[in-house]
């Protein structure tokens, strides 16, 4: 059982470079979602998806941007890295269960630790 | 104001202790409570789920919430050394496709 999978889990860039992070989910998830985690501010969501071809603006998008061309993959781009991208980066997804309903369990990968110099 | 506050800690007790973990959200709107645990290197992982106010039981964890106060709890009893972790309270509202996380408290349960 793969789950949530991203690639790479590590990456060096140097400022100006650009990178894309693939996450890829085999559960047949409607939602996927692209997450920063850093010291003392907790998980921030860049951009979700609740569907293939669409995706929406999190609460920190700004530098990022995301395609779901298909279900189970979400791509995270970075067009040109800055240092304040250094960060673990976590794809997850969820379920979707009907209007009005959640089931409260986002799956998570295991991150992609990006440093940018 | 964050939406959800969470003290990070570090928090730390001896075995057998009785854990408890809190968060303060200022939305009224969220309806769905949740808390994960996140082991070092690792994502996260749903450990409580708990849908509008009261108390839910799943073994030694207990998870509380109090919408009038707009405060959230974990309760870990006989907390082991496989309970070291960090915590993440988080919480959505109705339509369930934005998740609001806390920052984490990291616990070291000592044997």
């Known amino acids: 059982n793969a789950g949530v999978t991203q690639t790479p889990k590590f990456r060096v860039l140097k400022t100006g470079q650009s990178m894309t992070l693939l996450c890829a989910q085999d559960?047949?998830?409607?939602?996927m979602y692209w997450y920063r985690q850093d010291p003392g501010m907790g998980l921030r969501l860049i951009h979700y998806?609740?569907?293939?071809?669409?995706?929406a603006k999190g609460e920190v998008p700004d530098g990022y941007n995301v395609s779901r061309l298909k279900k189970q993959n979400f791509l995270l781009g970075l067009e040109s890295a800055a240092p304040s991208q250094t960060s673990v980066y976590f794809c997850?997804?969820?379920?979707?269960?009907?209007?009005?309903?959640?089931?409260?369990?986002?799956?998570f990968g295991e991150g992609s630790r990006l440093t940018v110099l | 104001q964050k939406e959800v506050e969470q003290d990070p800690g570090p928090l730390s007790v001896p075995e057998g202790a009785i854990v408890s973990l809190n968060c303060t959200y200022s939305n009224s709107a969220f309806q769905y409570f949740m808390w994960y645990r996140q082991y070092s290197r690792k994502g996260p992982e749903l450990l409580m789920y708990t849908y509008s106010s009261g108390n839910k039981e799943d073994g030694r964890f207990t998870a509380q919430v109090d919408k009038s106060s707009k405060y959230i709890s974990l309760f870990i009893r006989d907390s082991q050394p496989s309970d070291s972790a960090t915590y993440l309270c988080?919480?959505?509202?109705?339509?369930?496709?934005?998740?609001?996380f806390g920052t984490g408290t990291s616990l070291t349960v000592i044997p």
């Open positions: 988080a919480m959505s509202l109705n339509t369930g496709n934005q998740f609001y």
């Open positions: 997850a997804s969820s379920a979707y269960t009907g209007p009005r309903s959640n089931t409260g369990e986002l799956f």
């Open positions: 998806s609740v569907g293939e071809g669409t995706t």
């Open positions: 559960m047949n998830h409607e939602y």
